[in-house]
């Protein structure tokens, strides 16, 4: 068999990764944050614009949460778990409340932190009665020894931290509900119905970079199963001077291609621009038959956001105004 279709597929595969629209050449800001609710088959077709609303509503607030640390001089760390916060106390996006169902019909969460100041991490796999999994990602980073915990244990390291705990029934919603059903009965397949996720990635006034990830994974995953989202490297990595990412898509190949840390070592050693290098560790998840896509902030604070899938939902703001957009085509 020759390679010939093979390379033209992976080149074709490229061509359709979509940079989104950014500030044309921003200024170094005092502080930025930029976030995604998670990348898939979002189309206009799909979206009512009732849908279209709420998700926007969604990542406002949650720009407006991280937005608020920045301006008062807060952490890169502190702000881009504020911007997380509301997205996993929205159902609309599949972190906390509103997480996916797993193929046993319960909820198993993901989640990881990165200070690229001092490349602390911490990041909890699995864990099915924490309210807020960010929290229990900051709380392994600042209180333990460890980067990541995993199952029962991470559940009941959060519970000794005095985090909310909730019944699993907690994340369950309607939407979430018929996307298992569907899924299961193999009626429609949608990248709408597998995943989700949200992050954010953030510039302080100190110029320190931060990046954090929240997900429900993918929908009727095997229980136990773990995607991207907690593996520092694969859906979060933060360095100061270089890069910060948090990571959507088909977690599989995110961790096989280290996606995280690829396009940071890529801008690292290489010196490609965040979006380019993003482009090339996109473009190998795409070669290997997975989609998804990154927000990233370059160590200047300039923002970015690449992906293969049809849409993102996605945003940044800083102290001269924001910006918010749902599909591949989008204009600022
Ligand atoms: N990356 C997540 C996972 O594989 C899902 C997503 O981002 O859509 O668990």
Redesign the pocket.
């Known amino acids: 068999m020759t390679l010939k279709p093979l390379i033209a597929a992976a080149a074709l595969l490229l061509a359709a990764c979509t940079t989104a629209p950014v500030p044309a050449d921003p200024p170094a800001p005092e502080w930025r944050l930029a976030i995604h609710g998670?990348?898939?088959v979002i189309t206009r077709g799909s979206m009512t614009p009732e849908q279209e609303a709420e998700f926007t509503a969604g990542l406002q607030a949650a720009l407006a949460a991280g937005a608020e640390v920045l301006r008062n001089g807060g952490s890169a760390v502190d702000a881009v778990q504020a911007a997380v916060l509301p997205m996993e106390d929205n159902p609309i996006f599949?972190a906390g409340k509103g997480a996916v169902f797993t193929a046993a019909g319960t909820h198993e969460l993901?989640a990881s932190i990165m200070e690229g100041a001092t490349r602390n991490a911490g990041s909890v796999a699995g864990v099915t009665i924490v309210k807020n999994p960010i929290l229990a990602a900051r709380a392994v980073m600042d209180k333990s020894e460890h980067v990541m915990f995993a199952g029962p244990g991470a559940d009941a390291f959060a519970k000794e931290q005095g985090l909310e705990i909730v019944p699993n029934t907690y994340f369950d919603t309607e939407r979430r509900r018929e996307a298992l059903d569907r899924v299961l009965e193999e009626r429609t397949r949608t990248?709408e119905d597998?995943?989700?996720?949200v992050g954010a990635v953030a510039i302080d006034i100190n110029g320190n970079l931060a990046a954090a990830?929240t997900?429900?994974?993918?929908t009727a995953?095997t229980p136990g199963?773990?995607?991207?989202?907690p593996l520092i490297g694969a859906?979060t990595y933060a360095e100061n001077g270089v890069c910060a990412v948090s990571?959507?898509?088909?977690?599989?190949y995110?961790i096989r291609v280290g996606v995280a840390k690829t396009i940071c070592d890529r801008v690292k050693l290489k010196g490609e621009s965040i979006g380019d290098a993003a482009r090339e560790a996109l473009g190998e998840v795409a070669t290997l038959g997975g989609d998804?896509g990154v927000v990233l902030i370059d160590g200047d604070g300039h923002p970015d956001f690449v992906f293969n899938s049809e849409g993102m939902y996605r945003g940044w703001i800083d102290a001269t105004g924001s910006w918010t957009a749902i599909y591949g085509d989008d204009e600022q």
Do not use: L, P, W
């Not at 199963?225 to 989202?229: A, E, H, P, Q």
């Open positions: 998670g990348a898939g599949n993901d990248a597998r995943h989700g996720t990830t997900t429900g994974g993918m995953k199963r773990i995607g991207d989202s859906a990571a959507t898509g088909h977690g599989e995110f998804g």
